[in-house]
């Protein structure tokens, strides 16, 4: 149905409609009834829901980089540089106090938007409170599609994510083998292995395969081969 409402399942879909509707709803406050009260606890919401996937995408990164230096240190290669990975720059955190179930907040509140008198599918659409209808997805036939650019050097890899709830990203850095380097549930990653030594170059590869409910669907990505210098 088009007028159905639906909380979207991906952390950055939910992030999404919550700022969404935090931005245009004051326009509507008045003729749908909503509380000053109500507009300050969605703001809240907003506030502290971005900032945690902000900080567990920092921590994440971080985590990664500390696996690649205790692997460094492990196994080498013999007469690397070892760098200890920077520690995670977390955002400045909200003042306000937070709260628990948020989304639970946010259907209810746009539920009693939809059954309020005034309210209009034109209000629906312009709070991006209206589901829009689309065609199922066949999962099985899905290929990622991986693209690159750098940052300090390193590859900092793109894609989208199709709907799906993860990515697996395997890479191979010169030894002839793929091995898993991270699990993302957002699209976008930064590999923060040590790079070659200062005026040697190597070709790093990479491939991923989408997950549902922590299982592998579609096909594996075709490799991406990249030249990264010291």
């Not at 326009?27 to 971005?50: K, M, R």
């Not at 920077?86 to 946010?106: C, K, N, R, V, W």
Request: glycine fraction near 6%.
């Amino acid at each position: 149905m088009p007028n159905t409402t639906v909380i979207p399942r991906d952390d950055n879909s939910k992030l999404i409609l919550l700022q969404q509707l935090s931005a245009q709803l004051g326009t509507y406050a008045e003729i749908l009834e909503i509380s000053t009260n109500d507009l300050i606890q969605l703001q809240t919401g907003v506030d502290w829901f971005h900032y945690s996937l902000k900080a567990q995408e920092a921590m994440k990164n971080y985590t990664n980089a500390l696996v690649m230096f205790k692997r460094n240190l492990r196994d080498g290669p013999k007469g690397m540089i070892i760098n200890l990975p920077p520690l995670p720059m977390l955002t400045t955190m909200p003042i306000s106090e937070p709260y628990a179930d948020i989304f639970g907040f946010l259907g209810a509140l746009i539920s009693r938007i939809k059954k309020h008198k005034n309210y209009t599918e034109s209000i629906g659409k312009a709070l991006k409170i209206i589901a829009a209808q689309s065609q199922s997805i066949d999962f099985s036939a899905l290929q990622p599609v991986l693209s690159v650019d750098f940052q300090g050097g390193h590859p900092m890899l793109h894609w989208k994510n199709n709907s799906t709830d993860a990515l697996e990203l395997e890479a191979d850095h010169g030894t002839g083998n793929f091995s898993l380097l991270t699990i993302q549930l957002t699209p976008g990653y930064q590999d923060n292995t040590q790079l070659p030594a200062p005026g040697t170059a190597v070709l790093w590869k990479y491939r991923a395969i989408y997950h549902m409910r922590d299982t592998q669907v579609g096909h594996w990505s075709q490799v991406l081969e990249v030249g990264v210098k010291g």
